[in-house]
């Protein structure tokens, strides 16, 4: 009989692979333990074929530092066109990341400082999150652990424009736009969950416990929300601004048959 994680893997990648959720039936027969949710990470990227192109990171539930890898597949460049899934809208972010010059492997006992991670990192980068969550959202009832197995509902990721000059700027304070086939749906100063972009990559760098190779040189980290996530359920065109750091533009595209 095949154990929680092992069906939770053959659920997840059956999902990726068809675009489509799960059934919330059968994903309410599986409860798995944090530890378990980073071991279906792995399986699924194994079950896939896949690697991890970059992370999500944020704070879970409970406070603590959370982790999820971005589909190498997934993860592109400004200018793509983005694929909407069959059977349901997705959820758009836009957020400061880095990508990382050097790795940051575990370091248990010894957390990383700010400055050790600042130095780990090659730039920051204007990017567009995509959520399509195979599994279902907290927000609406599902257990937090589930999430954090289904990659913290990430579908993709979009790289947009970076700078080298990050030290210098106060990322908390930048003023980001987003307009959605030219409508300006978003313009604030801020709105980082934590108030610091940093706050997030720093607490993971330390607190690692994944099983899907951790933070690796050339990979994109991302940090987290500056807008409220916006439901997309159509085509359209996409650009957004982060001040001093970089834009961000691509087009959301009708699923294929």
Request: glycine share 10%; proline share 7%; charged share 25%.
């Amino acid at each position: 009989m095949a154990s929680t994680v092992e069906s939770m893997v053959h659920l997840l990648a059956s999902a990726h692979r068809t675009r489509r959720m799960v059934r919330r039936a059968d994903l309410d027969a599986l409860d798995v333990s944090v530890a378990e949710a980073y071991a279906a990470q792995a399986g699924t990227l194994i079950a896939l074929g896949e690697r991890a192109g970059g992370w999500k990171v944020g704070f879970g539930s409970d406070g603590s530092a959370v982790a999820a890898p971005m589909l190498a597949s997934t993860c592109v460049e400004s200018g793509a066109e983005v694929e909407l899934p069959p059977d349901r809208p997705v959820i758009l972010e836009i957020e400061i990341a880095f990508r990382l010059a050097r790795d940051l492997p575990p370091r248990p006992g010894r957390p990383y400082t700010r400055g050790e991670v600042e130095d780990a990192v090659e730039f920051a980068l204007a990017g567009a999150e995509i959520l399509a969550p195979r599994g279902g959202m907290p927000t609406d009832g599902t257990p937090y652990p589930r999430f954090l197995a289904d990659l913290l509902g990430n579908a993709g990721y979009v790289s947009g424009g970076d700078t080298r000059g990050f030290r210098s700027i106060d990322l908390a304070t930048r003023r980001v736009r987003l307009w959605i086939d030219d409508e300006l749906v978003h313009d604030a100063v801020g709105g980082h969950p934590q108030g610091d972009p940093w706050a997030p990559v720093v607490a993971w760098a330390g607190a690692q416990r994944d099983r899907a190779g951790g933070l690796a040189r050339g990979q994109v980290v991302t940090t987290g929300s500056l807008n409220k996530p916006l439901s997309i359920d159509r085509p359209c065109r996409v650009r957004a601004s982060v001040e001093d750091v970089g834009e961000v533009a691509f087009a959301f595209v009708a699923a294929k048959r």
